[in-house]
């Protein structure tokens, strides 16, 4: 029931914060131009950042479930408000303010470290992380045709979905009890001590490593119906149909990197080789968009499953190197550097497409999951894996912090 209520709330908060791409073409079509659209479909993400780690540490302190109903909540009576914005700057000001109440559902997480051993935890979170291109894909197959007569309709429909999972999470989310906190992974063994888990880099390099590959994420995410409707001459539902699709198989992705990373009891390692595919990936996207070259499409689409598929080992990494007592604060510093990002992307790549076209821009994003190939702190994690297997209290203490529900 904690994975089934996290994810609806993650399919709620994604559909909103992501699916503001999908209404690109509305927001044309009502006289705004593309790097206008832009700065509204990085309103939601703007507004999340602020709140992330406030967030973070109220789960920490009071338990998801009241975070999670009151956040999803709040979001959801202010975008059923939003349909009365008069003019783009007051509907810009409640995207804001719905993002920085549903920014709840990412600074949550300690659930999955509560209720679940580390052996099936990556896979856990890949589920629970599964749910965000579960979203985009809710979003691409949706609110294109909702939006055929204006942005009324699917800002009601978002609402809708945030109610709902405000609700489910009242009813239903019951918080594990709290454990001590470790300053490293917590697969070494819970240690009663509330010591810092950033005095050592390793928390800091995995938070930057995930935070540049959000760039190629939303990069595809938020420019991939563009790409499809103006260069390759798709139609707007054609394009957001085949999108959905390929959101799914990105959810997909999300659930075998859990997989892989629970089988190999490494977060990191798989992270590092999806980092370096992402990469390639992107280049190649860049060289067949110059080109005009057909497996442009293709490419793109695979970019939409490799690139997303990380996210869930990453907040896995972040949750146990931070600890119980610290998971709630990790995860919202992580999310907020995130969220830093995806803020900045669209309105940032827009004005590059303008200036140079997709190709070129293309070409620039590939840089950044190649760096965080590089960042990604994989000697750390396999020395503490060796550490841990010198110590058989730790091995039999391997993440059974809780119960599922």
């Known amino acids: 029931m904690v994975l089934v209520v996290g994810m609806l709330a993650m399919t709620a908060g994604s559909t909103f914060q992501f699916g503001m791409a999908y209404l690109i073409p509305a927001f044309r079509d009502e006289g705004l131009s593309l790097e206008q659209a832009g700065v509204l479909v990085a309103c939601p993400t703007a507004g999340v950042m602020l709140t992330l780690i406030a967030w973070g540490a109220a789960a920490d302190r009071w338990g998801e479930r009241v975070v999670l109903s009151t956040g999803l909540g709040s ?25 920085a109440a549903g920014g709840s559902v ?36 949706t609110l294109p045709a909702l939006a055929t007569g204006g942005t009324d309709v699917p800002l009601l429909f978002l609402a809708g979905l945030f109610l709902a999972a405000a609700t489910a999470a009242l009813l239903l989310v019951r918080d594990p009890a709290p454990q001590p906190s470790a300053a490293g992974p917590e697969a070494a063994g819970p240690k009663p001590t509330s010591t810092s888990p950033y005095r050592a880099p390793h928390l800091w390099r995995i938070h930057a490593a995930s935070t540049l590959l959000v760039i190629p994420q939303f990069a595809v995410t938020t420019f991939a119906l563009v790409f499809l409707t103006d260069v390759r001459g798709w139609t707007v539902l054609d394009a957001g149909y085949l999108l959905a699709g390929a959101q799914a198989c990105g959810a997909l992705g999300r659930l075998g990197a859990g997989y892989w990373s629970d089988r190999t009891d490494s977060r990191l390692r798989p992270m590092r080789a999806i980092a370096i595919a992402t990469g390639v990936g992107m280049l190649a996207l860049a060289v067949a968009a110059a080109a005009g070259s057909s ?48 803020a900045a992307t669209p309105p940032v790549l827009a004005l590059a497409i303008g200036a140079t076209g997709f190709a070129p821009s293309f070409a620039v994003v590939a840089a950044f999951p190649l760096v965080a190939a590089m960042v990604v702190p994989v000697a750390a994690e396999r020395a503490a894996t060796a550490a841990q297997a010198g110590h058989p209290a730790r091995r039999h203490s391997r993440g059974d912090v809780g119960s599922r529900s």
Do not use: C, D, K
């Not at 659930?111 to 894909?137: D, K, N, Y």
């Not at 990380?310 to 995860?331: D, I």
């Open 295 to 342: 497996l442009a499409v293709p490419l793109l689409l695979s970019l939409a499953v490799v690139a997303v598929s990380s996210n869930g080992l990453s907040f896995t990494a972040v949750a146990e190197y931070a600890g119980s007592a610290w998971a709630g604060r990790a995860l919202g510093i992580q999310t907020t550097g995130q969220n830093v990002l995806t």
């Open 106 to 141: 990412l600074a949550s997480g300690r659930l999955i470290l509560g209720w679940f051993a580390r052996h099936e935890r990556a896979l856990a979170m890949g589920i629970r992380q599964s749910a965000q291109p579960m979203g985009l894909a809710l979003a691409a197959s």
């Open 75 to 99: 979001a959801g009576l202010v975008l059923l408000a939003a349909r009365g914005a008069q003019g783009t700057a007051s509907l810009a000001v409640y995207l804001a303010l719905a993002g």
